[in-house]
């Protein structure tokens, strides 16, 4: 069984509102499509800018688990683009 099979997740991109010097987040649900529990975990490749919550999870037969992705403008002023 494929991921495709198992989960549906909306959005499939992630759009973050910019505002200068503040905290952005966005949202995504992930609907489980079988009649069983499935696992979750969100590895992130820069933890220090960028979390998810939660990051990891049990979403049960049938259910949507919200998870929102938080990224910081600490990122954006080490590279001078703020």
Request: aromatic residues 8%; proline residues 6%; charged residues 20%.
């Amino acid at each position: 069984m494929s991921n495709n099979e198992l989960l549906k997740i909306e959005p499939m991109y992630l759009q973050f509102p910019f505002e200068l010097k503040k905290q952005m987040s966005c949202s995504l649900n992930s609907t489980n499509k079988t009649a069983n529990n499935v696992a979750f975990k969100v590895k992130t490749t820069n933890p220090k800018n960028y979390c998810v919550r939660p990051n990891y999870g049990l979403i049960l037969p049938k259910s949507t688990c919200e998870i929102l992705g938080l990224f910081s403008n600490e990122m954006l002023k080490d590279t001078n683009m703020v």
